[in-house]
């Protein structure tokens, strides 16, 4: 059985290894010191900027996305939507949920986002611009340049989640003006699902987290940030996924986080190379080094699916909704190599009945 | 390294040994089928009537807790609260962060609750009761059988947080009109945190949470209740754990829950008699066969806890905020034995210098 999927994803030895140990009880200094380790680690990878906070939250990917929005924006917000696809419309039903004001940049899907499609927004009275940097939907990798010259240029809070993107493509907080940054133990960490990480500016902190009254208690932002402080969080945390993460942070950092972006992109690109001819057609907008859409024009992505798992113990990722039939994402995150993509490239062209 | 604490606890062999294996994906019919066989036998061991639904929340037993609440009541109930410790009172804050009315039945520590206690509540329009079936923070079993009768002569919601007294103590959603029962992964399950089960009576699930709409977009449970008929969570699942589960719930039915019951309660009766001497108290109220508090009255329950740690690599369960300094908890669940319980008897009074 082999994972091409995005989370889980195919684990490291050194992960699994951790995992089959007995855990620790968690309020001691030994524990705090994993958590501020990694929160040290976390801070650096995610270039982000002097004073940010680092909250570890135990839930999946959305709980953090929607503790990002009621801790940060209230109904006296208006935010932008970047709604490229299933997660960026999870935001928009966030703020619908939560009555905070937005408005959604709606793109169907083969379209990319443009500098162009946001100037109908400047000087709109917007205040936060919320985006997925990998709509992981549809694998389309938004232009982050353009979205942080739109939130420079009308001073608003960038909420980021770099959940399909962290540690596959560059993240950088500084030079994106990123102000929240959300990222999930079961991607790019390539960790057992159940944890959240979100990374505040201390700007947002300062002036939002403090003043804002989160809707949920179990996603209180200040009373994170009090028990990050220490290395602790305010309940149980998900002890060994966190002690994993430690691992697979030093592990990462001894390679060199930039290394371990350019081998991702160096699989996803070759794939793509020995992948690409009909009928199995990849978008053309520009693409996560994370996934690989492939676009089944004859609706048997359901079909290809079942088929490689039968076949080949292989896993691709399906979509849901509108896609179901069309799309299946190829995922280039966790421990994978570029003989195993090579492979899958093969079995592809093999399945789909075109060598 | 030894732990006698409330979460994570002692693990059994093959609880670690399933941790060590790569997770598989899990939007697939194998999965499904291990949360649906999940859900029977939580459903069986928990006592629950007809029709229950049951709820897997990739989150902390508090989270469970605030999701009971924001999903079965609203500012038109009116709230009874057990708070005879940290969690009763846990249950008192989340009642007061989203504005739902709601009185305290106020149990100083070292007192017990009793029927008549709760007499003044009677016909006062009250629409539901909160009780922490074990107070974990100060160990004392309610009288569930006093808390029935009162929530059915008043005609009241029963929610019941099992999280410290699962798999420990006898759970009859049944025969204590129980309509949410909550459950954690960490304590009686012995499985790793990050993972909380809600069980729904039916009864509630349509008159309430249909009706409801709750505060918290990731903990709605009518979304939650759509995914679990096909066994499946609306957002990515802590899967490992869920996995593990499956074994666990498995490796508990062969054995019989009444026989896991009574093999706790027997080692928690056999330390208790083999530990009492002073200068170590233990509470005269009635006690979980989760845990026996230790009662410092000279107000070194730290130093104890370190002397533990660093002499024997035993870790008992600290108490925070006022009890801090008084009491030490020694959980007797997971995998520990009658001859763990005896030697940690024998240390304890040897540390406390009594023999």
Chains 1, 2 share one sequence.
Do not use: W
């Not at 709980?63 to 997660?87: P, W």
């Not at 443009?114 to 938004?142: K, R």
């Not at 290395?231 to 001894?254: H, S």
């Not at 039968?310 to 179901?324: D, M, S, V």
């Amino acid at each position: 059985m082999k994972l091409f999927t995005l989370g889980p994803v195919e684990m490291y030895p050194d992960t699994l290894k951790l995992a089959g140990r007995p855990l620790p009880y968690f309020r001691t200094d030994a524990f705090s010191e994993v958590v501020l380790e990694s929160s040290d680690l976390l801070r650096r990878f995610a270039t982000a900027p002097a004073g940010s906070e680092v909250l570890l939250l135990t839930a999946s990917g959305t709980a953090a996305m929607e503790a990002a929005v009621v801790n940060c924006f209230d109904e006296n917000d208006k935010l932008l939507v970047i709604d490229g696809g299933t997660f960026g419309h999870r935001f928009a039903e966030i703020c619908a949920y939560h009555h905070i004001p937005f408005e959604s940049v709606v793109l169907p899907f083969g379209t990319a986002l443009t500098a162009d499609m946001l100037l109908p927004y400047d000087d709109a009275g917007f205040t936060g611009l919320l985006v997925n940097i990998h709509e992981t939907s549809t694998g389309q990798l938004y232009d982050m340049d353009a979205i942080a010259d739109f939130c420079k240029r009308n001073d608003l809070y960038l909420v980021a989640d770099a959940i399909g993107s962290f540690l596959a493509d560059e993240t950088d907080m500084i030079r994106h003006g990123i102000d929240v940054l959300i990222v999930s133990s079961q991607k790019g960490l390539a960790l057992a699902p159940g944890l959240s990480i979100v990374v505040l500016s201390e700007r947002i902190f300062e002036r939002k987290v403090r003043a804002i009254r989160a809707n949920c208690m179990y996603f209180d932002f200040n009373d994170y940030a009090v028990n990050a402080k220490r290395g602790q969080t305010p309940f149980t945390p998900a002890v060994g996924v966190v002690i994993a993460m430690r691992e697979r942070l030093a592990a990462i950092d001894e390679i060199g986080v930039d290394v371990c972006i350019r081998n991702t992109a160096r699989m996803a690109t070759a794939f793509r190379e020995r992948l690409c001819r009909p009928p199995i057609k990849i978008p053309s907008y520009k693409l996560s080094n994370a996934v690989t859409p492939l676009i089944f024009e004859a609706g048997n992505a359901k079909e290809m699916y079942r088929a490689l798992i039968e076949r080949h113990g292989i896993y691709l990722n399906p979509n849901g909704g509108q896609l179901a039939d069309k799309v299946l994402r190829v995922g280039h995150l966790g421990n994978l190599t570029l003989q195993d993509h090579m492979e899958l490239a093969d079995i592809l062209r093999d399945v789909c009945g075109h060598d």
